[in-house]
């Protein structure tokens, strides 16, 4: 196996996500196999605590022996994008990079910093998640190597101990907000909910978006949002849930109120799975016996293990430098070809990852880890589910969202009525985006 070179950045000066061109390139370009070694760079953050980088270049290069992957390690959360396209910008970045947040994929594009691997995304699996959503007019200049879903956690002994019946995959919201009061008053402790909402606005909204029917962001219309938030502000004012105010302030963490046995239900991304068994395993998170179950759904016609759930979650992608040595970008096609396909996906399912492409033995391995519940509607909500972006592929989702995360401030913080913030970002929307 070839020793990868580990590269830190160092912080870039502040750059706008308005790139210059980067010279492009379409999917042919390049395309000659190479006829000796080749080392190809590929941007990740954080390795110390996100394996997934390293994981992906040991096997690919153990696959391959005349391939070096060499890693280079940019600072974590937003700094992220904005040292990323610094280094686009100057020519520098690495030959392959992440596009970390699906909101800024077109930007991406748009600049001209990602080539065409249309190529690329023909010869994957039509089943890999958030593989169509990365069209733009016809063409792909990204792939998804995971995928995270959206699903609910539950403690198992806490429902015991409360004498609620378990999730049995047929809930819909209406369900799940009576289930966590029953929670709540059967659990019968003051510093104990039946549910746990954080404070992103994704785990209101990516739910909304998905699962109403002809909801979108590019229409202006965010009514569809209603519903969704006078469920979640009952909940907070009837006790079952802490409060928006009281997760801000504290700065509550999911992971310590569901846990620390804190929370009976959370919603969540599927990352949450191999945290959770990390942090039972360390001594972190009490040791409880917790299941997975659908996220609960708008009405009763996607509930049930006969039928599909409804869920959201924006895919995690890699895509190529248009600025590549042309002699490297076979491999580096090769390479994503890899991390998005069937041995890619099996590599991250054995350090808890969730690839993109789940198969039976993707599923297998995740389940054979020590710690993940062995019943049949956890691998039923792991396996089985339609995946819709929080974030769809458009020009102005980063500046809608921006103002839906205005939206969701003064809503849960109960600053605004709901139907007034809502208007708002509509008013808001018309004037500012597009």
Known sequence: MNRKTIATVGAAAAASLALTACGGGDASSGSEEPDGPVTISLAGWDFASTPEFETLATAYEEQNEDVTVELTEYPAGEEYDTALTADLAAGTAPDVFIVKNLKNYVTFQEGGTLLDISDVAAELDPATGGLEAMAVDGATYAVPYRQDSWLLYYNKALFDQAGVDHPD???????????????TDGIGEDDVTGAYLHSWQSTVQGFALAQTEGATLDSGDFGFLAPYYERQLAMQDEGSQPTYATVTTNELAYQSQFGTQKSAMVTMGSWYIGTLVAEQASGDADE??????????????????????????????????????????????????????????????????????????????????????????????YTTHETLPENPVGADTAAIQTILGDLHSAVMSESDPVDDAIADAQERAANEVG
């Open 288 to 381: 409880f016996e917790w299941g997975l179950a659908p996220a609960p759904q708008f009405d009763e016609s996607t509930t049930g293990t006969d039928n599909t759930p409804v869920t959201f979650g924006d895919p995690t992608t890699m895509g190529i430098n248009a600025g590549i040595d042309d002699a490297k970008v076979a491999t580096a096609k090769d390479f994503l070809k890899f991390a998005a396909g069937p041995e890619g996906a099996a590599a991250l399912a054995e350090i808890g990852i969730t690839p993109a492409l789940i198969d039976d033995t993707v599923a297998d391995t995740v389940f054979a880890l020590d710690g993940v519940p062995q019943d049949d509607l956890s691998r039923f909500a």
């Open 169 to 183: 995959g047929s809930w819909t919201w209406d369900d799940y907000a009576d289930a966590a009061a029953e929670l």
